[in-house]
């Protein structure tokens, strides 16, 4: 017989689930024991973690992050998170926790960006640094699979026909002989067609103003890559506004990709929205292009709460400001989507409405691939 307390030879020591059932089993079953058991449930929303653990203090709150590490339930982990983000962050900054995040990331989810945005006020500044890189390496690996393999436009120049450097323009060639018969054609009435890549240059106009910040400042590090990534052979810049504008890459310059999406990450929160103030920086950068073909790109859900009465008079100075309008607050959608409307109007662009923040950076590479 072993002693009390010892486990017999050849068995395991009952594991967590296991002592749960047996306390089921006696009656014996707390709130907690019941909470850390839904932890075990996958394939529920964060919302529904959510709300089972309202009223809850830091350290029952912690207790469940940690089960939920333990079980690899990353919507148990994003519910509790907007809880108590410090409980939360303190398993999710042990080994366990942080390779948990990484393998998702890794296989393309979303989690990483989540938690950094949530989190990074209270993760220490090693974990911060651990996770924005996480953070970076979805918004890369999407980036390239959204993107494929750039602008496809080529642009027809007229020209004299080069033997296995340009096409036949037999239109031209016809036009050309002017009723001569064709035993009379010299090599001078043949015409060509030369197909050359077009130069484009691009502005993209962001805005990160807002309750849904961090959604946002994903989105535009993610939309900048997939631009940056199209445009690698073209003139391209990238603002971002909210209360004010900053412009994150000038059209004349070359900015690492890698340092520009850090940079658009660490971007500082702002409630405000100054339209204006992104499409006159937008419009600046524009002018400075060298490429003939210029267009800019506006993301925004239309609801401006600054400068409102010289938006138009902005957009009305462009020639191809196309708007993609996201999605925003129902109380406030419809207003939004006619100024997003009126925009592209007067800057004689397009107009493209999404329902949902992930389709925002496939609209805008549907939207490249038009321009």
């Not at 709130?31 to 529920?44: C, N, P, V």
């Not at 350290?59 to 990353?74: C, F, G, T, Y």
């Not at 220490?124 to 390239?144: A, G, M, W």
């Not at 031209?172 to 010299?186: D, E, F, K, S």
Request: hydrophobic share 40%; glycine share 8%; with cysteine.
């Amino acid at each position: 017989m072993s002693d009390e307390g010892e486990v017999p030879l050849g068995l395991s020591p009952p594991d967590e689930s296991k002592q749960l059932e047996n306390k089921i089993m006696r009656g014996e079953v707390s709130k907690k024991d019941l909470l850390k058991m839904r932890m075990q449930l996958q394939g529920k929303a964060p919302g529904y973690y959510e709300k089972i653990a309202q009223q809850l203090d830091y350290k029952e709150i912690e207790d469940l992050a940690v089960a939920a590490v333990k079980q690899k339930n990353l919507n148990a982990l994003r519910g509790l998170a907007e809880l108590n983000r410090a409980a939360v962050a303190a398993p999710l900054q042990e080994a366990i926790g942080y390779e948990l995040v990484q393998e998702a990331a890794e296989k393309g989810s979303g989690f990483a960006p989540e938690f950094f945005f949530l989190l990074r006020s209270v993760l220490t500044p090693y974990y911060k640094r651990l996770y924005k890189n996480l953070t970076k390496l979805v918004i890369l690996k999407e980036s390239r699979k959204i993107a494929g393999r750039g602008l496809k436009g080529w642009h027809k120049l007229r020209t004299r026909y080069i033997p296995y450097r340009t096409d036949l323009d037999i239109p031209r060639t016809v036009q050309n002989l002017a009723g001569r018969p064709i035993t009379y054609m010299t090599g001078a009435d043949l015409a060509g067609i030369e197909r050359v890549q077009k130069q484009k240059a691009g502005v993209l106009i962001l805005d990160t103003s807002g309750s849904m910040y961090g959604r946002l400042i994903f989105n535009a590090a993610l939309t900048t890559a997939v631009l940056s990534y199209h445009m690698r052979d073209n003139e391209y810049a990238v603002v971002l506004f909210n209360t004010s504008s900053q412009v994150m890459k000038k059209i004349n310059e070359r900015r690492d990709n890698n340092k520009l999406i850090d940079e658009i990450l660490e971007t500082a929160a702002s409630g405000f929205t100054n339209i204006t103030a992104g499409l006159n920086d937008g419009l600046e950068q524009m002018r400075l292009a060298r490429s003939h073909y210029r267009f800019a790109i506006l993301i925004t859900d239309g609801n401006a709460n600054r400068a409102v009465g010289e938006i138009d008079e902005a957009a009305s100075r462009f020639e191809n400001l196309h708007v993609i309008a996201i999605p925003t607050e129902l109380e406030q959608a419809k207003a939004g989507l006619k100024n997003c409307e009126r925009i592209a109007r007067l800057g004689k662009g397009m107009f493209v409405r999404v329902g949902r923040f992930k389709d925002i950076p496939h609209a805008l590479q549907r939207l490249l691939l038009r321009i």
